[in-house]
């Protein structure tokens, strides 16, 4: 058994392809008309360039209720890991991506929250290790 | 930066636009709701949920339809003045044009579909996994010819 594959459910998957490639920076891997959706996939060059995050359509009024809520309440749906965190902080904003956190050191880690445009609240982190002195 | 207040005021913005109302509400009046200029509050929820209010109004009353149209047995024209549309022929065209074929239509091919008691959410909205399957059958075709 291994994790090859992880979802984040997005409010328009036209709008969810654009702003992970455009902005994220990840690579399309996936995109395949099934029905009214599609079979999305990104992965990100920098990094384990094999697993694959799906941009799963979020039409079912439960997991829209269940996005609505975390982001109402601040929280991340998940998190991407980066190597220096107040780079990526200036090269998003300069994208025009609205941060909810600036980069902040949280004990070992430094965190900043960002708005997905698709619904989601996204933690990036610096991960111990890679702080800058 | 976004102080959670403003975040949480967006949000609150978002679903008065999804909501019908008696009165359709103007952009400026949810602006002022969200105390937020009409110029400002338009830029920083375009940034925030990738859509301008208007956008998100029109995905929301679309997506109702569509659901109007698969669960209940009303008029195609019952349905567009109950997702707040106000002429048929401006609903049906945009209908069309974004979910890509007529509210009739819709329905038609909805209904041809099998139904299994129970099942009908999956197929209304199915999660990206059960996707997978189906997909992954398309892309073998594809690599195959």
Redesign the interface.
């Known amino acids: 058994m291994r994790i090859k594959l992880t979802s984040i459910m997005v409010d328009d998957q036209d709008k969810a392809l654009r702003f992970y490639t455009q902005v994220f920076g990840f690579v399309k891997k996936h995109d395949i008309p099934v029905g009214e959706y599609r079979w999305i996939t990104v992965v990100s060059t920098d990094g384990h360039a094999d697993v694959e995050l799906a941009l799963e359509p979020n039409a079912n009024p439960v997991g829209k209720a269940f996005q609505e809520g975390l982001f109402k309440q601040g929280i991340p749906a998940t998190a991407f890991e980066v190597d220096d965190i107040d780079r990526e902080y200036r090269r998003l904003k300069a994208l025009a991506v609205v941060f909810t956190q600036e980069p902040t050191r949280q004990g070992p880690i430094t965190i900043a929250v960002c708005a997905d445009t698709c619904g989601n609240l996204i933690q990036l982190y610096q991960p111990p290790g890679q702080q800058p002195a | ?2 102080t ?1 207040d403003a ?2 005021r967006l ?1 609150r913005a978002r679903d008065a636009l999804r909501e019908v109302h008696d009165r359709t509400l103007t952009i400026d009046e949810v602006a002022r709701e969200a105390a937020m200029s009409p110029f400002h509050f338009i830029r ?1 929820f375009s ?5 301008t209010p208007h956008q998100i109004r029109i ?1 929301a009353r679309l ?1 109702r339809a569509r659901l109007l149209l698969v669960t209940g047995e009303r008029s195609v024209t019952d349905i567009c003045m109950e997702v707040g549309f106000s002429s048929h022929g401006s609903f049906s065209t945009l209908f069309a044009r974004r ?1 890509g074929v007529s509210p009739s239509e819709y329905r038609r091919r909805a209904r041809s579909t099998v139904a299994v008691p129970g099942t009908a ?1 999956t197929q ?6 059960s ?2 399957g ?3 059958a ?2 073998e075709k594809q690599q195959h010819s």
């Open positions: 930066m976004f959670n975040l949480v949000c920083r940034a925030v949920f990738g859509d995905k997506d979910v959410a209304l909205f199915p999660g990206c996994l996707l997978m189906p997909a992954f398309i892309f």
